[in-house]
């Protein structure tokens, strides 16, 4: 019994001298994060560091892609110079017919045919038509018609066609005609025919 007095002798001391902390006013403070305290400077210069590596990086990456920026220019020029070569060349070879108005287009497809034509400033025209026809036991599709332009000199030149289980058929004054056949090869052709004839009547 005297032990424990004995030891709330000493508790009560020692509570008489320890300082008194109240948690309301002038009491608790809340945390105010690393301000006043050793590690601040460190997070200070983080920071620094941080501010000062983002622009330094910006323009690393800036100069490792100058190359690529500078060739894709590089290129972007050579395909515009080659597009205003190739276009001076059609220029120059087919005159002003690369950017001719055209005055007339249009074109028709249905089930059993088609249709189409179309004209130009310049003097260029065409029409044809197709219709389904039926060639033996299976069927296609024949066309005729017409296109007409102007050669180099000047001269019209008009092409008209048939295409059929015949093949393609043009007639133009402009296509070559080959030399007549020799009367002796027509003359052979004619005795080759009769023999054959008389060959199978024989049979």
Not at 45 to 60: C, D, M
Not at 73 to 90: E, G, L, N, R
Not at 141 to 159: A, C, K, L, N, W
Request: glycine letters at 8%; hydrophobic letters at 40%; proline letters at 6%.
């Amino acid at each position: 019994m005297k032990f424990l007095v004995l030891a709330l002798c000493v508790c009560a001391a020692s509570a008489a001298t320890f300082p008194q902390r109240s948690y309301g006013a002038g009491g608790y403070k809340p945390f105010q994060g690393f301000k006043n305290t050793p590690v601040a400077p460190a997070v200070t210069a983080a920071k620094t560091v941080a501010s000062a590596a983002v622009p330094v990086a910006a323009q690393a990456a800036a100069v490792a892609a100058s190359p690529f920026v500078a060739a894709a220019a590089v290129t972007a020029d050579a395909a515009s110079t080659t597009y205003q070569a190739a276009k001076q060349v059609v220029n120059k070879a087919y005159g002003s017919d690369a950017e001719v108005e055209i005055l007339r287009s249009e074109s028709e497809v249905n089930a059993d045919g088609y249709n189409y034509g179309y004209e130009t400033a310049n003097g260029i025209s065409s029409q044809v038509t197709g219709q389904y026809k039926k060639i033996g036991e299976e069927g296609a599709v024949v066309s005729q018609g017409s296109f007409r332009y102007y050669s180099p000199d000047g001269t019209p030149v008009e092409v008209t066609f048939v295409a059929d289980e015949n093949g393609y058929q043009p007639q133009s004054s402009v296509l070559p005609v080959g030399p007549a056949i020799p009367d002796a090869i027509l003359r052979s052709l004619a005795y080759i025919a009769e023999k054959t004839k008389d060959s199978v009547q024989k049979y």
